[in-house]
Structure formats: C-alpha cells, structure tokens
C-alpha cells in the first residue's frame, strides 16, 4: 500500500523567529504541505489572523503553505493570494 501524503498545521508564535525557525524545522521532516493558522494558541476568532505573518513563512519554506481561517469574502481569498 502506498504512503500517504504527510501534512502539518499549525499556529504561529507571538515571536516572529520563533514562528519562522519552526516552519523550517518542519519542513525537513519532508512533509508535502504546511497549514498555517495565523493567530497564536491564546488568541480566539474575535481577534483578527495576523496576515503579514502568512507571507514571511511562505517566503521561508519551499513547500506549499495552505492558509487556514479568516476567509470569510472573496477580497479575503484575493489579498491571501497576493500575500502567497
């Protein structure tokens, strides 16, 4: 039987080297893609996703990097993909 496909999601990290330096541990386990939930563990849905973070960690990695929450509208999904 072949092998699935092996993902990772997380959330960021106050600290933004923090955040960086994890997704590129990540990445060298050779995992194929990286779900990114851009507000740390403590924050809740009332407290807007950290966007600008979403760009530095796909410019980090090599792998693709799926966003995870806050899209909510179309123009949300469009400056996700300017961002990536």
């Known amino acids: 039987m072949e092998e699935p496909e092996k993902l990772c999601g997380?959330?960021?990290f106050d600290d933004?080297?923090?955040t960086l330096n994890l997704v590129r541990m990540i990445?060298?386990?050779g995992i194929k893609a990286l779900t990114v939930?851009?507000?740390?563990?403590?924050?809740?849905?009332?407290?807007?996703?950290?966007w600008d973070r979403?760009?530095?960690?796909?410019e980090t990695v090599k792998?693709?990097?799926i966003a995870?929450?806050?899209?909510?509208?179309?123009?949300h999904l469009q400056k996700l993909k300017e961002l990536s």
């Open 10 to 12: 997380i959330r960021i």
């Open 16 to 18: 933004r080297e923090k």
């Open 37 to 50: 939930h851009c507000r740390t563990r403590d924050e809740r849905p009332r407290n807007p996703g950290h």
């Open 68 to 75: 995870n929450g806050d899209v909510f509208e179309f123009e």
């Open 54 to 58: 979403f760009k530095e960690i796909v």
């Open 27 to 29: 990445e060298q386990t």
């Open 63 to 65: 792998i693709p990097v």
